[in-house]
C-alpha cells in the first residue's frame, strides 16, 4: 500500500500533459439520487482545492492555443448540459478560486421547457407507473426500474434518443408530471438570465450542447446542422458573445455532424473519445475525460492525470 500512495503522489506531483474534463451538475447531497452524473458541491470544491494544489488550469481558449505549463499538469473545467446547478453552485466557487471553465448548454429553454428529456425519464425511472403506453408501445419498468418495451426488451432510453425532440414530447408530457418542485436541483435548467449573468463572469465561456439536448448523429444532416444553428443563435443572442464552440451531447457525432457543426460556424468541437480514426489530424476537435462519481477527489484527480480509471 505504501508503494502504491509513493506511486500516486509521484504521478500527482510530476504528471505532464493536458486534459479537458467533463462535469455536469452538482447537488448539496444524494449526488446518485437520478443519475450517475452528478457529485455534491463539497466534493466539487476538494476537486478544486487539489487542482489548485497540482495543475494549471487553464480555459477553453488557453487550451485550444496550447498555452500549456510545462511544469504542472494542465486542466481545463467543462460542464455539461445547462444545470441551474452550475449557476447557483459553480459559479461562485469559480469565482472563488478564480478558475476558469466552460459550459455547455441547450436551447430548452427558448423551446419552452425547463427540464431535459432524459431527465424526465430519470425522474420517472424512480417515481413513475410500473407501466405506460407510448404511441400504441407497452413499456414496463424492470428491476434496475428502467422503462423497456414490454415485447422486445429495447430500452425506452434507446428508443427515444434515435428520434428527433418530436419523438421525446409526448413521453415528456405523459411522465413530466412527476417531477417533483422539491427535486429541482436535480433537474431544473438554467433560465435565459442565469445564462446571460453566467456568461457575465470574465472566468466562464459559454458554448453549445445542441438545441433539444438530442443525439446529433442519430438525425438527418440537415436537421443536426439547423439544430446547431439554432443552439448557436439563441445562445448568442442571451449573452451578446460569439459562441464557437460545442459539445456534441452523449459524445456522439458522425462524418456529416462535424461537416454541418463546421458549417454551422463552430471551430471548437467537444467530443468524449474519439469515434473514427482520423479524428486526431481534425485541429477543431479535442476529447474529453468524464469525472466518476463514485472515487475520492484525489483518485479523480490521479485517474485525470493517468487518462483512465483502470
Known amino acids: 500500500m505504501a508503494m502504491f ?4 503522489s509521484l504521478v500527482l506531483k510530476e504528471g505532464k500533459g493536458a486534459r479537458i474534463l467533463v ?16 457529485i455534491t458541491k463539497r466534493m466539487f470544491e476538494k476537486h478544486l482545492q487539489l487542482y489548485n494544489k497540482y495543475c494549471h488550469l487553464i480555459s477553453l481558449d488557453d487550451y485550444y492555443g496550447e498555452q500549456f505549463s510545462k511544469d504542472r499538469f494542465n486542466i481545463c473545467l467543462s460542464f455539461d448540459d445547462g444545470f441551474a446547478n452550475n449557476h447557483s453552485y459553480v459559479l461562485p466557487l469559480l469565482e472563488q478560486y478564480e478558475i476558469p471553465a466552460v459550459f455547455f448548454i441547450t436551447g430548452i429553454r427558448q423551446a419552452g421547457y425547463d427540464v431535459l428529456w432524459n431527465d424526465v425519464l430519470a425522474i420517472a425511472y424512480r417515481y413513475g407507473p410500473d407501466k405506460l403506453i407510448l404511441k400504441n408501445r407497452k413499456f414496463i419498468k424492470r428491476k434496475d426500474r428502467k422503462y423497456v418495451d414490454a ?7 434507446d428508443i427515444l434518443r434515435a428520434t428527433d425532440f418530436a419523438g421525446k414530447e409526448q413521453m415528456m408530457e405523459v411522465l413530466g408530471s412527476f417531477k417533483d418542485r422539491a427535486d429541482q436541483e436535480y433537474w431544473l435548467q438554467m433560465t435565459t438570465e442565469q445564462i446571460k449573468q453566467l ?17 446529433l448523429a442519430n438525425l438527418p444532416a440537415e436537421s443536426a446542422k439547423l439544430e446547431m444553428q439554432q443552439s448557436r443563435q439563441f445562445l448568442e443572442d442571451v449573452t451578446g458573445k460569439e459562441v464557437r464552440a460545442l459539445a456534441f451531447p452523449y459524445g456522439s457525432y458522425s462524418a456529416e455532424t462535424i461537416v454541418g457543426a463546421k458549417e454551422a460556424g463552430f471551430t471548437r468541437l467537444l467530443a468524449t473519445d474519439f469515434l473514427f480514426p482520423s479524428d486526431g489530424n481534425d485541429t477543431t476537435l479535442r476529447e474529453r475525460f468524464t469525472i466518476n462519481p463514485f472515487i475520492s477527489s484525489i483518485n479523480q484527480l490521479h485517474a485525470c492525470i493517468r487518462g483512465t480509471y483502470t
Open 5 to 8: 500512495l509513493g506511486r500516486k
Open 23 to 38: 462535469y455536469h451538475g452538482l447537488c448539496k447531497k444524494d449526488h446518485l439520487r437520478f443519475n450517475s452524473l452528478f
Open 151 to 157: 415485447g422486445s426488451g429495447e430500452l425506452l432510453a
Open 199 to 215: 456568461s457575465a463572469s470574465k472566468w466562464v465561456t459559454i458554448g453549445s450542447h445542441g438545441y433539444y439536448h438530442n443525439d
